[in-house]
């Protein structure tokens, strides 16, 4: 059932840091999620992966290879994204602090001060061609230098946070007149987080 393991790094205000090991589910990463609305997309329904490579090490989960863009959207359209985490108690899921949105994420996906930039894009190699491109564009190819997926989050109070989790990530395209466009992108990721410490 367990398939790997992510170290998260807690750093409490600079002073001390708390290890935990997030097990992350057999399925992997690229679950569709359970709770989207019909017609929502998986994640091998938008890209191709079938280049992607993921092992999984003590330190973490090593990432690389390519993943080609399989929707066509019009360069006017904006992207919106979303990560949350969710946490399962007393039978159903509820949100926790950890979400991000990101209105028009083409146009923040680079920022350094971003977590999207921090966790996966700034490992693209051919960054000018997505800059341009972003994720709109059929047939587009991301190509990854290898990196090591490892989340670092930072001034988290730590007292709660052993359990089930879940990681919901959504892409969805709005056009020029800001109506939602009908394919919609939502991943998931499901583990249990563990205190090493
Ligand atoms: C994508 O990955 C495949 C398999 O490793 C490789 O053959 C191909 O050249 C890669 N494409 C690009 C654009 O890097
Ligand atoms: C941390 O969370 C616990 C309960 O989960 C709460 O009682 C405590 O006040 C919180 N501490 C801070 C500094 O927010």
């Given at each position: 059932m367990i398939r790997g393991l992510v170290i998260l790094v807690l750093a409490l205000a600079n002073t001390w840091a708390t290890d935990y090991n997030a097990?992350?589910?057999?399925?992997?990463?690229?679950v569709k999620c359970?709770?989207?609305?019909?017609?929502t997309l998986g994640p091998r329904d938008v890209f191709n992966i079938d280049n992607m490579v993921m092992h999984m090490e003590p330190e973490g989960i090593y990432v690389s290879g390519n993943m080609t863009v399989k929707l066509n959207f019009l360069p006017s359209d904006r992207i919106s994204a979303r990560f949350s985490v969710m946490h399962y108690e007393r039978g159903s899921w509820q949100p926790t602090m950890f979400n991000l949105h990101s209105p028009n994420f083409c146009e923040v996906m680079?920022?350094?001060?971003q977590y999207w930039f921090k966790y996966?894009?700034?490992?693209?190699?051919?960054k000018e061609e997505i800059r341009e491109k972003?994720?709109?564009?059929?047939?587009t190819v991301l190509v990854y230098d290898e990196f090591l997926m490892v989340l670092h989050l930072e001034n988290?109070?730590?007292?709660?946070?052993q359990g089930r989790y879940k990681a919901v990530i959504t892409l969805e395209a709005f056009d020029e007149h800001n109506v939602r466009r009908p394919s919609s992108l939502c991943v998931e990721i499901r583990g249990d987080l563990e205190r090493v410490t």
């Open positions: 097990l992350i589910d057999d399925e992997g990463i690229y359970s709770e989207a609305p019909a017609g680079f920022d350094e001060d996966w894009f700034r490992y693209i190699r051919n972003c994720l709109k564009v059929k047939d988290v109070n730590t007292s709660n946070l």
